[in-house]
């Protein structure tokens, strides 16, 4: 009898630490990514809205989320050269994004703006002025992105 | 321990469950080409190829062709969900001027949903002469 109950309580325990360490688990990933319900802002339709982030190509972003720089290691179509391809994507007409963390999950804005003029910004970090037109879509008003000395230059 | 077991394995597959959702499956929506710029202004006066934009005295203009133009500079292009405005728009991911003969045109885009409001295109058809044509643009690199 003292057996079995050393065993339950024994099972108990393993049961209720590893339920705690999934829940916390997971509030930590919220707020790595920055990106968490409790976290994320709400937004609405017709809000002007000001965001950071990374610009990407959302053709490759959204099949591999390792495509987020602007070489990609696993470009669409796949065999292609990977060198450059985001400037190449958004050169070609394809939608730019602009990526709100850098955890597969993030946000990712779309943008509706003409993505060759914001090709040569590919990969780098933007702030964007916008209003939101629905879930996930945003018009840009104003987007500037981050120089090396810590400003910010005007793109469009 | 019996008792225990049955517990400890149902909480470990609860929780394997939201750790791994489901993939998203294909989804396919017919509506209206639009060029998403435009259409955002004002989606009533620009869900067609012709759209009102203020002219230089300020008052409203129409431009013919707006759309097909908007879409060959590479404005993204969006599907309007039965082609009414205002209904759902997703953004395609594709390059939008290869759509751009298309634009205004009842369409059926076939893809994955992605990113809360975008379609990662597989299929684009539109209706021609009550018939559905394949219109999907070929890989572009």
Known sequence: MKKFCRGSRAMVFIVTTFTGMMILSSCADGQSEGGSEAADPQYSVGDTVSVAGTLVDTRCLATNWSNMGMDHPDPVPTGHTGEACARFCAREGFPVGLATGTKEGSRVWMLLSTPPLLSDYMAQTVRIRGVVRSEGILTPLRVEAKRPDGGWTFVI | ?141
């Open chain 2, 1 to 141: 321990m019996k008792k225990v077991l049955p517990l400890f394995l149902a909480t470990v597959f609860v929780f394997a469950g939201t750790m791994f959702p489901a993939a998203s499956d294909d989804i396919t929506v017919t509506g209206t080409l639009i060029d998403t710029k435009c259409y955002g202004m004002m989606p009533k006066a620009n869900i067609g190829n012709t759209h009102k934009l203020p002219g230089k005295d300020g008052k409203m203009m129409d431009v013919p062709s707006c759309a097909t133009a908007c879409s060959g500079m590479g404005i993204p292009a969006g599907i309007v969900e039965g082609g009414e405005a205002g209904n759902k728009t997703y953004v395609l991911i594709v390059s939008a001027t290869a759509l751009k003969d298309h634009m205004a045109k009842e369409a059926r885009v076939t893809g994955k949903e992605v990113f809360g409001g975008g379609i990662l295109v597989a299929k684009v058809e539109v209706k021609e002469d009550g018939e559905w044509v394949d219109v999907t643009p070929g890989a572009m690199m």
